[in-house]
């Protein structure tokens, strides 16, 4: 089968265009600015250039955007003083803390101090009970971009069986639910698969899409699929690889030229779900923002 290549790159690219020519029209007619405030605790290179990441992408969409830096050994009540006075802050629309925080902080009680009007990461669990019974919520940003990715490639979830592999906060759960909303571009049938099921395969060959969300190389190989299957992959996954100049390579959960091969539509790693999530939390900082002008 000659299957389709979903190009997150490219839907990716749409989105932040339609958010920066949607946040000029908001400049222009309500001399409203979106704003998002950045919080890096530690030294985390990964962390650090993930953030810069966001801060680009920010200025494409001509966002306010800033940045605060805190010492690995920043105490919990300094974490959560920060976030308290963006809390308060009109001019800041978005507030994002990114995790991984220093072991002596309680994560959840950074992610439940922001206010869940700003939670533009969607992982509040005010904005987590919102998802599940169908509010208006800000939803976490990789599954928002998946949901993105399969809407806009045009493909068909009304009454289909979406099998989701991983049941992780920031991606199993949330797409889980997201899916399964009785609403356009969703009402599809669920299960959701995970390490304690024995058989995954009797799971994944069930799917008419199969999404794979659990950092492990392949997860699934070809005969874990049927013919016609749509793929979505989560997954990065760094796998050594001596031909190329920085000794490895990139890849997903999932074996992607013998799935591939059977699927009529797949995402490619990279350049399928990783680009998504950025342009969904430029998405969500200006849903943020326009809330925020309309007093809701
Ligand atoms: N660290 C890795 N991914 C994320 C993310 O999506 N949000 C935050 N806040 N931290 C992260």
Request: proline share 4%; net charge negative.
């Amino acid at each position: 089968m000659q299957s389709n290549i979903i190009d997150g790159r490219a839907i990716s690219a749409a989105i932040k265009e339609e958010v920066r020519e949607q946040t000029r029209a908001l400049k222009e007619e309500r001399r409203i600015v979106p704003g998002l405030a950045f919080l890096l605790v530690g030294e985390n290179a990964a962390s650090q250039s993930y953030v810069r990441s966001k801060e680009r992408a920010c200025e494409l969409c001509g966002f306010h955007s800033t940045t605060v830096t805190l010492p690995a050994t920043a105490s919990e009540e300094e974490i959560l003083a920060r976030v308290d006075n963006w809390n308060i802050d009109p001019d800041i629309h978005g507030i994002l803390v990114q995790l991984p925080l220093p072991d002596h902080v309680d994560e959840d009680r950074v992610i439940e101090s922001i206010s869940p009007l700003k939670d533009v990461d969607g992982f509040h669990p005010v904005n987590v009970g919102k998802l599940v019974i169908g509010q208006e919520a800000l939803l976490p940003c990789t599954p928002a971009g998946i949901h993105q990715l399969l809407l806009r490639s045009g493909i068909e979830t009304a009454g289909k069986h979406v099998v989701v592999v991983g049941r992780s906060n920031i991606v199993g759960k949330p797409i889980a639910n997201i899916l399964l909303q009785k609403a356009a571009g969703a009402n599809a049938v669920v299960t959701v698969a995970h390490s304690a099921a024995g058989d995954i395969a009797a799971y994944t060959r069930q799917a008419d899409i199969l999404i794979v969300a659990t950092g492990r190389v392949n997860t699934v190989t070809a005969d874990m699929v049927k013919d016609g299957v749509v793929v979505v992959d989560v997954g990065i996954n760094r796998v050594e690889d001596a031909s190329r100049e920085k000794g490895y390579r990139i890849v997903g959960d999932v074996d992607y030229e013998g799935v591939g091969a059977k699927a009529a539509a797949i995402t490619p790693v990279p350049g399928g779900v990783g680009p998504m999530t950025i342009a969904m939390l430029m998405q969500n900082t200006l849903n943020a923002a326009r809330r925020a002008a309309d007093g809701r």
